[in-house]
């Protein structure tokens, strides 16, 4: 991510807009694609595209000034790029300057340009003089930067056609360059003037903090100063003191008020409702803030500059300048932000010129008033402070870049650790420019004429400072010296027991075993003096900037090591009688005195003496953490000796309870494991290792050099060095088993799985209201707080919201369909299932009951109906049978009361009325009194029911043309209810008399009968006007009437219903309250990006590969039901009316709206910047419906936040609406900033990631993004035609919000907000933490959450966002959270096989693996996104990442070991999950897991890893090792366990001791060897994950659903996939720690839709795979021919099976998992495109893709930083392929049996021959293959006549077999390959 490419710009590629001014038919000359040396003219060009349409006349003449300008500012065209533009806009002026002149209306240029500039201002300007809103401010804003344009050209025009401007035109600029310099674009908060009556500036809180800052009272101003304002704060002040940029002071300015505000806002009680800034929001931000810095001056024992008045008026205004202070210098400190301690360097001096100025003191050397060192003229801060400290940042930087050691140059810690020590003030202040710290790296250093033209100040280069990162393995002994030594110790002992007596382990009481387990303590002196040696020699690089007291530490500690390795010896010798061999050696060198046991004793007393103080201050840790914060000398002296003095990594223990729980954990863990090694592995070796010691071997099967060597220590190394290998390893497998088994009780008991599915759903959904007013809705002051404990966590139980209680119901409906409709507008559902789903949105207050989501009441009529049909009269039996299922009594209920009601309300006439009343009350009273169904029949209820079912289709079409139809209905209704149902005479009769009676004969004229119904004013019908919330009622009417089936699939998409699960089930866990929006903690979102996509463009999508199958394919076979409800919701029935309409679309050249949605739709199902950004604003979208049932009186909640999100247009015109505030105090909370690093890169060159950003930012409009703007500024000190390039920080959002009621055409343009100059490129380390560390200062907030580019959010994940942050505030141990852990989905488990074992594997550490690491074990870290940072705490403490180069390629855990480090707290949360993608190819996977495997060996070198071994406990370090770099040493051990058991058993094989130790039990049938190699193939085959993976499947969706899931994994080959991923971490973290490397692999993310040719593979696979599988191949193989032993045995079987497969898997598996492997014409391209790859020859130029040579240089590219050590290693470890033939050759046929070296002498004589013709035929083709053909021919011919020859008279003579002649290929082919590694 690190790379920089320039912009090489060609204005011929321009951005096609679909939504610009105009679309003129020709591409309008794009604003944005302006090289950027010319950026002044931009402007320009955006008013002129924008006038277009108005006037193209004065368009072109702004265009002709554009031009004009460009030539003004670079007439020599020097810059990358002008000349082509230049060019390209000269000819759009030719071309356009005769058809503009036709249509200009007044007669000169000038004239039209005074005309137009009087028709723009009237009509823009004047029209929104009075802002009301943000969107008229945008506007206005707007307006008054393009007149102020048009102004500049008009005055360009009429000075060169002589004319004067108008007077008129004069004044009205003069308006608009003042509106112009107050009207800026701001980011949040518009703080002008005019701005006042916003919603977000009427807050109290902010006014408060506005008129805090704007007291400027008492403040010194310089004395050449001219105040440009009235509103002038203390910002300004600081600016003009100490030089800092003016859009940095800006920038702050916002930050500083909204933290305030924000901290203020939360007070109880309020001190009162004047604007006035709360002191305790001052001081709690200001602790916060200097916490860092207060410990950086005690640690130093220098006193803090932070000096406070004694006058109490004067202390808030000293405060602000404080934080002011500091806020300004790190916003403008650029890559110094991951220095912390260098900020505090800074900051400590500068605030104590501050002091020094508000105190009045005089400068001793000059007698006037104390000035800032570095202060007054402009960007003097930068300049003089930031850049000579960057510099040096780059330069160590750069030396990084050409692959040197990190021994070699200094990175970001070894900077900042500078000041870490009380010399970093010999620097000074001013800083001396000759001070050690700025002293370049030894060949950098430029020679100076000091006399014999030696390098200057080479001496003084500072090295590396307290740590050296050494490419070693022994890093990870040194780091974890505790636990090795323990598990050396513990084996020994184990050996011991084993070895002597029964070999039980009581049998340690006798005398003489515990006396040989003592030696332990010898054991662990040595190891004490290996520890204290390596430490000497790791830090030997170091030694120049190590303070002398380390350096006497490091001298005592090998001499203290070295006296107890001879003291405990000798002691130990002297405790025995008759000691045995070891002890009597060593009394044989002293006198033979009697024994003296108690001297021992007395010796390991005082040896163990630390060890017993550690052990009490272990079960201490509050005394432990006294004495490592202490300053104290005498407690210094006591902490010295155990660890060097640090700044970081002290206090870091935990509370005894959390001591307690992650202790049990691993001594129930350790004592599991040491009981398996002993009994299973240890113990029963013993014995036949004694016996294979006894036997004597005389007979060899080669020329043996060490044939009278005792013991056959051979055979018993052989033996035994499996087991030991596995007995280091297998921690790591029981680990795996607790973690399982503890990991599922926590999750059981944080009551995961509650609800895994619909069904559970609905039984618990009747509690669901309760739950959310509970979780996510703010307590009101009556209510109580949750309850707490064990109680609190069996069972969570809410009470069921009763129908009166209307403000829950209506809050619970909104919540719950804001949730489903974000489901239909992402596609998961249909209209039909968001009918089912949804709850009425306008409670029917008529209804005095709860009215559940269809879904839930679906088929319950119908049902209900037929019950009531067959009743048979018994009321009390139906009315007990419907009781039962509470959902179908709610929908009877319901049913009736809206019937009830419409009928009500359609009726209009009186008599009508009359009927219709009378029905109702004697229904009503029947049902009071309990007898309806024997009064009534009810066997015609369906009749009535299916009336009424058509009633409600006329209702729905609402036409005119039905009236009649109603009428008739009604008629047929009244009929069905009185002659069937009711059947009373007294109704019939009332009906009758209505009618007119029928007892007059005769003809009734039509004008005097009266039909009930009838008349004209009857009935109600249509119904205008038709409301939302009557169609919302009808609808659910006819879905509860209509809907027969039952709706038990609804929702039929998977992820709808795993997301409303998870979310449902997580409203019964425990989290805390939730505040109101205006009391939560305010926090930011931050994504950094590259250059990955931002939305497919439809060519992406529709091109198809090789295959024939496209991306949307694809995606519709992926996602089938998705696509079916895109087609429904852009109204298409099937694929061709939509591709008929995309068609029809692309005719008009209109708006692309359908192949816009189409592009979003799949955007949204792939891993891009789109999908990432919409799921983000959820927060935004989520917060201000919080903020809406905040804030709403009961007539606004009643009738819904729809309501208001439909009358947003007209709401927001009045400031004060509720909507509005809504916004604001959203405003004040959220913020979400994309860090596009190449933005303005993409946007000048025209690429169309930049406009796809545009958009984004246009659809939302409070998106803002961050980019690294590289701009050409001609360079002052030299006029010639070099451009020096410049570097900003800016922050850009859209000009202009989209506006849909806007009939102006509108560019899609954006407007830079701050614009921040940078010291140089912001890129030095990792391209990723530096992106995110140059956006992090337009952040706001005081949590900062980090998202990925492939990550995705849901709105009802975002609903519970304050509640997380709410965490911040409870209590999780001795320390407040520093960083909040969530849990992620991996949503891209569904794309294939391989994703989905990926998905599992992934899901199964984001959650039971994290879970378990931040408790009990508190040991997480940060594992990436999406975790929330206490940003405060980590902006003062170098940031949420770390980023030097290479060491820090796992940038994000590194912020999470920082963090702890720095006394901080990870926790996690599951209650709360972020959607994230993963790789769905091999090579995708290959790539990352690559990534991961070499972070983790930079890991394993780095000082963090090593800190936290040495400063956490015993058990937490134990945790830190086994969940990082552990796991990868573990899996590197495993495979190495294979190879020497492989080379052990080659060994025995080819020397023939198997032979002749083929009767012993050891060789025959070895059931320890047995186990061992069963634990590595447990980790080779995925074991490690499976377990965990099982676990939370079964938890979370059920254990048949695990085992199902289980089992479906195996036959999808999971166990080749885990085999296939253990040899990449393998080999990739193997080589990282020996040579080195590592770098970031982009692995694209995209779908896999392609087939990856075979040379692709061979490259990424063959050193990591390819080649040790073939290896393993030739072992086996060799074993297979030689070995005797096992032959039939299922022991046999068992051991080699695993290793087969992990040869087959190696060599075949990029073949199983590649789409089309196995397709026969793909395996032909493939093998011609290899062969092609193979046969090219390589070159300067000639890229690895081309040539197998220049791939092969490539791999070996390492080797040339590896250093000596790394190159011998390599030679050694190449060393193993000659054993091979030094074997073989001694088993061949024509050998006879001959065991003299001259055989193995031969064999060398035939490689050596081989080579020769080799190298005669490659010299011979280059040399005669042109010229003499005809004799190189021959030459060749007469070669393989003799090499057939040879071979003929060999199989004749000495009987050469074939046997012979492969075990010759063999033997030779390893030996060849291991000359080629070797040379």
Known sequence: MSSRGGSDQQSQRRITRTQTAGNLGESIFDSEVVPSSLVEIAPILRVANEIESDNPRVAYLCRFYAFEKAHRLDPTSSGRGVRQFKTALLQRLERENDPTLMGRVKKSDAREMQSF?????KKYIQALQNAADK???????????TANVLFEVLKAVNMTQSVEVDPQILEAHDKVAKKTEIYVPYNILPLDPDSANQAIMRYPEIQAAVLALRNTRGLPWPKDYKKKKDDEDILDWLQAMFGFQKDNVANQREHLILLLANVHIRQFPKPDQQPKLDDRALTEVMKKLFKNYRKWCKYLDRQSSLWLPTIQQEVQQRKLLYMGLYLLIWGEAANLRFMPECLCYIYHHMAFELYGMLAGNVSPMTGENVKPAYGGEEEAFLRKVVSPIYEVIAKEAERSKRGSKHSQWRNYDDLNEYFWSVDCFRLGWPMRADADFFCLPFDQLQFVKNGDNRPAGKERWMGKINFVEIRSFWHVFRSFDRMWSFFILCLQVMIIVAWNGSGQPSSIFNSDVFKKSLTVF????????????????????????????????????VVSAAAWVIVLPVTYAYSWDNPPGFAQTIKSWFSQSSSSPSLFILAVVVYLSPNMLAAILFLFPFIRRFLERSNYRIVMLMMWWSQPRLYVGRGMHESTFSLFKYTMFWVLLIITKLAFSYYVEIKPLVGPTKAIMNVKIRNFQWHEFFPRAKDNLGVVIALWAPIILVYFMDTQIWYAIFSTLFGGIYGAFRRLGEIRTLGMLRSRFQSLPGAFNACLIPLEKTEQTKKKGLKATLSRNFAEISPNKEKEAARFAQLWNKIITSFREEDLINNREMGLLLVPYWADRDLDLIQWPPFLLASKIPIALDMAKDSNGKDRE???????????????????????????????GAREKEVIDYIFSEVDRHIEAGDLITEYRMSALPGLSEHFVKLIKYLLDNKQEDRDQVVILFQDMLEVMTRDIMMEDHISSLVDSIHGGSGHEGMTPLDQQYQLFASSGAIKFPIHPVTEAWKEKINRLDLLLTVKESAMDVPSNLDARRRISFFSNSLFMNMPTAPKVRNMFSFSVLTPYYTEDVLFSLHDLEVENEDGVSILFYLQKIFPDEWSNFLERVKCRNEEEFRMKLQKEEELKGPKELEEELRLWASYRGQTLTKTVRGMMYYRKALELQAFLDMAHDEDLMEGYKAVELNMEDNSKGERSLWAQCQAVTDMKFTYVVSCQQYGIHKRSGDTRAQDILKLLTTYPSLRVAYVDEVEEPSKERPKKINQKVYYSALVKAALPKSSNSSDPVQILD???YKIKLPGPAILGEGKPENQNHAIIFTRGEGLQTIDMNQDNYMEEALKMRNLLQEFLEEHGVRPPTILGLREHIFTGSVSSLA???SNQETSFVTIGQRLLANPLKVRFHYGHPDVFDRLFHLTRGGVSKASKNINLSEDIFGGFNSTLREGNVTHHEYIQVGKGRDVGLNQISMFEAKIANGNGEQTLSRDIYRLGHRFDFFRMLSCYFTTVGFYFSTLITVLTVYVFLYGRLYLVLSGLEEGLITQKAIRD???????????????????????????????????TALSDFILMQLQLAPVFFTFSLGTKTHYYGRTLLHGGAKYRPTGRGFVVFHAKFAENYRLYSRSHFVKGMEMMLLLLVYQIFGHSYRGSVAYIFITVSMWFMVGTWLFAPFLFNPSGFEWQKIVDDWTDWNKWISNRGGIGVPPEKSWESWWEEEQEHLKYS????????????LRFFIYQYGLVYHLHIAEKTKSFLVYGISWLVIFLILFVMKTVSVGRRRFSANFQLMFRLIKGLIFLTFVSILVTLIALPHMTVQDIIVCILAFMPTGWGLLLGL
């Open 1566 to 1600: 070895n059931k320890p060897l047995q186990v061992a190699l069963a634990s590595q193939s447990f980790v080779q085959i995925g074991f490690l994950m499976a377990l965990p993976m099982l676990m939370e499947i079964g938890l979370e969706r059920g254990f048949r």
């Open 1763 to 1774: 250093g000596k050590r790394g190159t011998i290693a390599e030679i050694v470890l190449a």
């Open 135 to 145: 969107a008229d401010r945008a506007r206005l804003t707007k307006a008054y930067q």
């Open 117 to 121: 500039y009087q028709h723009y201002y």
């Open 1311 to 1313: 407007q830079v907000i």
């Open 878 to 908: 139906l009315k007990k049978r419907i009781q039962t299922d509470n959902y179908m009594y709610c929908a009877v209920r319901e049913c009736y009361a809206s019937f009830r009601n419409i009928i009500k309300f359609l009726v209009q």
């Open 522 to 557: 010898i054991t662990a002196a040595i190891l004490k003096l290996g520890q204290a040696v390596l430490d000497v020699i790791l830090s030997w690089k170091a030694r120049r900037s190590m303070s002398s007291h380390v350096k006497l530490r490091y001298i005592l500690k």
């Open 1396 to 1398: 989905w074992f990926m």
